[in-house]
């Protein structure tokens, strides 16, 4: 499976939200991160084919998505950032309903949805009303409903939102262990589920994908950028509107502080392992994409 | 499950719906047993009534007629000359109601033959009036134009239905009323639409439409479930009213009586260009309403296809729905001006009272063209038209 963007382009009136992103994606899961704004959902929206982009094309092993018609559809899965049910639907009805969509034949759609459900541990409930659902539980159903028919992409926009921890660590196994032969498209805000199972990482802001690697390569360009000190309580918001915080930790009337910075940002600092996270950081506050004038 | 049964399930076969589908159909049955009930009274005395009329059933009866005529008089006297005021106080006497009936009918079989004071020059009627207009147009050398023929046609129709025939047909007067008043567009259409409306509007609301745009037959197979949900809904309602209002009005009086007389026999068709007796033109009728209301949902379906919100849906529905009204507010100037527009609004083509209760032709290429027949090619062009417009939106259909 190969996924390719050419010289995508967005407008929205004269607003231009993607700003020409060419990309080669293959199998293995990709993630997606950025701050708000930068274009993510849009992109996303575009691969889903909900959204046509005012330039560019994608094409698919090859072939352009727009000749394909249903059936480059039929090869995606999609997660929205936000979830949407008929309030009188059951998880079941849920399922079924995305299946009757996806084109999946009812007795197939029926395995399907008790092994999935089983997957996402929503068996017990699949006769529960899906506006009933706790958030998580809604999150789960929504994967679920993206895994359907098995698609070769699979496309997931904010998929932890809303999970507990358990729930975020069964999610990225059920991703890792679906990746193998498949493309997963995975844009979130939080880093550790990306840093855990994505192959590459691409960082988005104003509109353009400019680093594409991997969680390593990252993390690489940030050694001896990462640092951990101990203030007291008090200084703690002054240091932060001059630093870049990534974490604090406190120790009695001291708070451990994790900084990211290219210089030592003082005398008692000592350096620390980076991970994605600080790398994410790094990039977003020191080599900002500034959009052009 | 496939698509359309989950289209169904979503438009009617749930909880909410179905309960509005039970009090309406309660209501529909209280309008039809209500109407037929008080038309002349009680049930004796809707027996006094038709006992009065089946004798008289037929052509006029000269020595009744002076009798009617008197009776009519005295109705005048104590009600005024307003027909409402005498109908409503006629209402619970039988004797007297159906003396001003045949009063009235004996003024109709006039007309047959002389035509009306109030009769437009431009749409005559009267066999002795077509005739004279025919002559005036021979005399003329204007033999081979469309009004000529449309006038002949118009005269052969008239000379081949005959005279009008008196008989007792109160509860099928009642029931067409029913079914092609105005009133209609309130009970019947107005709740269809408010049904339908949600149909595609409901997927941008709800948020839904990102999957479904994303998937296989989001785009495509969706439009046809949506589409044969909505026929399916709208047949449901519009049968249901139907079948409400004929069997809770006949139920009313316990007797079919009047069901083999001619159409032209109830005092509001007695103009009806139509061989019909009352049962064969309640069939098509009804299948003028299931086509019509039909039609009518594929309309209001379209719209929701063009709009986010339910309830915009439904407000620019329900001015397609009553454009005829407005527009006949506005005077016979105006309305004159945009006949067209009147003709095929929906409040005229969904009515059975406005396509069949009089004589009205088009000329389209020299062709003397029926307005039913007009109706129906209508009816078609924007059923497929909607349809079209349906499927082409949902294949460009963005969530932005």
């Known amino acids: 499976m190969q996924l390719q963007l050419e010289g995508i382009v967005k407008n929205f009136r004269d607003k231009e939200v993607l700003k020409g992103i060419s990309l080669r994606l293959e199998n293995g899961v990709y993630g997606l991160l950025g701050p708000n704004g930068a274009g993510k959902t849009t992109m996303i929206r575009i691969l889903a084919d909900i959204l046509q982009p005012t330039k560019g094309r994608i094409l698919i092993n090859g072939q352009d998505k727009n000749a394909c018609g249903d059936e480059y559809r039929a090869k995606i899965g999609y997660l929205p950032q936000d979830m949407s049910f008929y309030s009188d639907f059951t998880g079941r009805d849920y399922l079924e309903y995305v299946a009757a969509l996806k084109g999946v034949p009812a007795a197939e759609a029926r395995?399907?949805?008790?092994?999935?459900?089983?997957?996402?541990?929503?068996?017990?409930?699949?006769?529960?009303?899906?506006?009933?659902?706790?958030?998580?539980?809604?999150?789960?159903?929504?994967?679920?409903?993206?895994?359907?028919?098995?698609?070769?992409?699979?496309?997931?926009?904010?998929?932890?939102?809303?999970?507990?921890?358990?729930?975020?660590?069964?999610?990225?196994?059920?991703?890792?262990?679906?990746?193998?032969?498949?493309?997963?498209?995975?844009?979130?805000?939080?880093?550790?589920?990306?840093?855990?199972?994505?192959?590459?990482?691409?960082?988005?802001?104003?509109?353009?994908?400019?680093?594409?690697?991997?969680?390593?390569?990252?993390?690489?360009?940030?050694?001896?950028?990462?640092?951990?000190?101990?203030?007291?309580?008090?200084?703690?918001?002054?240091?932060?509107?001059?630093?870049?915080?990534?974490?604090?930790?406190?120790?009695?009337?001291?708070?451990?502080?994790?900084?990211?910075?290219?210089?030592?940002?003082?005398?008692?600092?000592?350096?620390?392992?980076?991970?994605?996270?600080?790398?994410?950081?790094?990039?977003?506050?020191?080599?900002?994409?500034?959009?052009?004038? | 499950m496939s698509l359309f049964r989950f289209e169904l399930r979503k438009l009617m076969l749930n909880k909410k719906t179905l309960i509005i589908l039970g009090?309406?159909?309660?209501?529909?049955?209280?309008?039809?047993?209500?109407?037929?009930?008080?038309?002349?009274?009680?049930?004796?005395?809707?027996?006094?009534?038709?006992?009065?009329?089946?004798?008289l059933a037929g052509p006029v009866n000269a020595e009744y007629a002076g009798v009617a005529?008197?009776?009519?008089?005295?109705?005048?006297?104590?009600?005024?000359?307003?027909?409402?005021?005498?109908?409503?106080?006629?209402?619970?006497?039988?004797?007297?109601?159906?003396?001003?009936?045949?009063?009235?009918?004996?003024?109709?079989?006039?007309?047959?033959?002389?035509?009306?004071?109030?009769?437009?020059?431009?749409?005559?009627?009267?066999?002795?009036?077509?005739?004279?207009?025919?002559?005036?147009?021979?005399?003329?050398?204007?033999?081979?134009?469309?009004?000529?023929?449309?006038?002949?046609?118009?005269?052969?129709?008239?000379?081949?239905?005959?005279?009008?025939?008196?008989?007792?047909?109160?509860?099928?007067?009642?029931?067409?009323?029913?079914?092609?008043?105005?009133?209609?567009?309130?009970?019947?259409?107005?709740?269809?639409?408010?049904?339908?409306?949600?149909?595609?509007?409901?997927?941008?609301?709800?948020?839904?439409?990102?999957?479904?745009?994303?998937?296989?037959?989001?785009?495509?197979?969706?439009?046809?479930?949506?589409?044969?949900?909505?026929?399916?809904?709208?047949?449901?309602?519009?049968?249901?009213y139907l079948l409400a209002t004929f069997v809770f009005g006949f139920l009313s009086v316990g007797t079919l009586e009047g069901a083999n007389a001619a159409l032209r026999s109830v005092p509001d068709y007695v103009r009806a260009p139509l061989g019909f007796s009352n049962a064969g033109f309640t069939a098509v009728s009804a299948l003028w309403l299931l086509l019509s209301g039909t039609v009518f949902a594929l309309i209001v379906s379209f719209i929701s296809s063009r709009l986010k919100s339910q309830i915009a849906v439904c407000g620019a529905s329900l001015v397609v729905l009553l454009l005829n009204i407005g527009i006949a507010a506005l005077g016979t100037t105006i309305q004159n001006m945009i006949q067209p527009v009147v003709d095929f609004g929906v409040a005229s083509f969904a009515l059975v009272g406005s396509v069949f209760t009089q004589y009205k032709v088009y000329n389209v290429f020299g062709m003397v063209v029926p307005y039913h027949v007009m109706l129906i090619v209508f009816l078609v062009l924007v059923a497929g038209l909607t349809s079209f417009g349906m499927f082409w939106g949902q294949k460009k259909r963005t969530v932005a």
């Open chain 2, 69 to 240: 005529m008197e009776s009519y008089e005295t109705a005048k006297e104590r009600y005024g000359n307003n027909e409402e005021a005498i109908y409503y106080g006629t209402s619970g006497d039988p004797v007297l109601k159906f003396d001003v009936d045949y009063a009235h009918f004996v003024g109709h079989v006039d007309e047959y033959y002389n035509g009306a004071p109030f009769d437009s020059l431009f749409a005559p009627y009267g066999v002795n009036v077509l005739q004279s207009r025919l002559t005036e147009l021979e005399q003329s050398g204007q033999t081979g134009g469309f009004e000529y023929r449309s006038t002949r046609d118009q005269l052969n129709r008239e000379v081949a239905l005959g005279e009008p025939q008196f008989a007792n047909t109160l509860e099928w007067g009642n029931l067409f009323a029913n079914w092609g008043d105005t009133l209609t567009l309130f009970l019947l259409f107005i709740p269809l639409l408010f049904i339908i409306s949600p149909v595609f509007s409901m997927e941008a609301s709800t948020g839904m439409d990102n999957l479904i745009l994303s998937s296989r037959n989001g785009r495509r197979k969706i439009v046809a479930a949506k589409i044969a949900a909505v026929v399916v809904t709208a047949v449901a309602i519009l049968a249901m």
């Open chain 1, 111 to 293: 395995e399907q949805i008790e092994a999935l459900a089983r997957n996402v541990g929503l068996s017990g409930d699949l006769h529960r009303r899906c506006v009933t659902y706790s958030g998580g539980m809604q999150r789960r159903l929504g994967i679920a409903q993206a895994l359907l028919d098995n698609p070769e992409i699979l496309i997931l926009d904010e998929p932890t939102a809303g999970l507990d921890p358990h729930e975020r660590i069964k999610f990225r196994n059920i991703i890792s262990a679906y990746s193998k032969d498949r493309l997963v498209l995975l844009s979130t805000h939080i880093v550790s589920d990306v840093d855990s199972i994505a192959k590459q990482v691409m960082m988005m802001e104003y509109g353009k994908v400019e680093r594409l690697g991997s969680s390593e390569e990252y993390v690489r360009q940030i050694e001896n950028c990462v640092w951990s000190l101990r203030i007291p309580v008090e200084r703690l918001v002054e240091f932060q509107n001059s630093a870049v915080i990534s974490n604090v930790v406190p120790h009695g009337d001291m708070m451990e502080v994790r900084v990211i910075s290219e210089n030592k940002p003082s005398a008692d600092a000592v350096p620390v392992t980076p991970n994605l996270e600080d790398a994410y950081l790094y990039i977003f506050n020191y080599l900002p994409l500034k959009p052009a004038a």
């Open chain 2, 23 to 55: 009090a309406m159909l309660i209501l529909y049955a209280g309008v039809g047993f209500g109407t037929s009930y008080f038309i002349v009274g009680d049930g004796e005395a809707y027996k006094t009534y038709a006992d009065l009329a089946r004798p």
